[in-house]
């Protein structure tokens, strides 16, 4: 089973850029939709990567789920002023109302605002830092009906030499283990998960091969693996054949709706897709036939965007985008209306997760805030 195969299994199983002026953004966007009021959901939502789940005793099947997304950095400090001054902060009261929008409406703002985006350029001897503090969904099902979930609270940091044959790094931490989505059973009678040795701890390989002995072996270079840099220089610049390369990526899972927006969003999520391609991969993704605003929501860092996603009786999956920078600022799930789980309740956050990148000048270093 290859990484796509490992991924898209996932499904229904249980940013870095910052535009030079945000302002001039705001205004436009902001000139074009109606007045309204974006109602931020609750706060809440490891990598491409399935953790490996808990030792399971005999008879008894252990599940592990992951999601992620991505958050744009802080935008640089303003420099010495320059021209007209920049339009007052628009208030609160008047956000545009997202309900007005279509999904089409939504990405195709958001690939307009992110053809003017600047990636942060990595340069000899520095590295690429994705911060990841993500929800992870753990637990153990004992039948059709029986088991329980938690949700873990994790952060995973990664650092991504220029030259990607040298050597990576990559830190797990789990810092939440005790939050308990429901179950078959009490909570009394439903021990939290173990922690394994691949939960948390740190790694350093060359190209990110972490673990050289998992099979298939991590090749360098790889145009298959969305971690390389030579996956994103193979993909076509046209949304047409953006949409057609998502197609044959998933041809094997049936190219279905969900599991196109499903492999779209697990591309965005990876934290290194260029801006200027990324303006392209929101167009072909708003050619999935069903893909329509779902809510306003916020990730782990507070910070409101647009929902989008498809309908779905078991799971529902997310992805969120700021309407006024257009970045890709985080991805949530949520269950359905008939659960795969039947302890879960409909509506019940199954994990949500935020992404933060930096350059910086030294393996291990982490860059402020």
Not at 125 to 141: K, L
Not at 259 to 280: D, S, Y
Not at 326 to 336: D, L, P, S, V, Y
Request: glycine residues 8%; hydrophobic residues 40%; proline residues 10%.
């Amino acid at each position: 089973m290859n990484e796509l195969d490992e991924t898209l299994e996932l499904l229904h199983r249980d940013a870095r850029t910052a535009p030079a002026d945000l302002s001039a953004a705001r205004a436009r966007l902001l000139a074009e939709l109606d007045a309204g009021t974006v109602l931020p959901l609750r706060p809440k939502r490891a990598r491409r990567f399935a953790l490996p789940v808990a030792a399971a005793v005999a008879g008894v099947t252990a599940v592990a789920v992951t999601v992620v997304a991505q958050q744009r950095p802080p935008a640089p400090a303003p420099g010495p002023a320059a021209g007209p001054p920049a339009p007052a902060p628009v208030p609160t009261s008047a956000a545009p109302d997202v309900r007005l929008m279509s999904a089409v409406q939504v990405l195709t703002r958001a690939a307009d605002l992110t053809v003017g985006a600047a990636d942060q350029p990595v340069g000899p001897g520095q590295f690429r830092y994705i911060a990841e503090h993500t929800w992870v969904q753990r637990g153990v099902q004992t039948g059709d009906s029986t088991g329980y979930t938690y949700l873990w609270e994790q952060e995973v940091d990664r650092w991504i030499p220029a030259d990607e044959h040298d050597v990576w790094q990559e830190t797990r931490k789990i810092l939440n283990t005790g939050k308990f989505l429901g179950g078959s059973v009490p909570r009394e009678q439903a021990p939290e998960p173990e922690i394994t040795d691949t939960d948390q701890g740190r790694w350093q390989g060359r190209c990110g091969d972490f673990f050289p002995k998992a099979k298939p072996p991590k090749k360098c270079g790889d145009p298959a693996d969305w971690d390389s840099p030579a996956f994103y220089a193979a993909l076509p610049p046209d949304p047409a054949a953006l949409y057609a390369k998502l197609q044959q990526l998933t041809k094997a899972r049936g190219s279905t709706p969900s599991v196109m927006f499903h492999f779209g969003t697990e591309i965005l999520r990876a934290g290194q897709m260029p801006a200027k391609l990324r303006a392209q991969w929101y167009r072909a993704l708003a050619k999935i036939p069903g893909i329509k605003v779902l809510a306003a929501s916020t990730n782990l860092d507070g910070r409101t965007g647009v929902a989008l996603g498809l309908d779905d009786r078991h799971e529902i999956r997310q992805l969120i985008i700021d309407p006024v920078t257009g970045g890709f600022i985080g991805e949530r799930t949520i269950a359905g209306s008939e659960p795969e789980q039947p302890w879960l309740k409909p509506g019940t956050e199954l994990g949500a997760s935020a992404i933060r990148t930096a350059v910086t000048g030294r393996l291990g270093e982490v860059p402020p805030k």
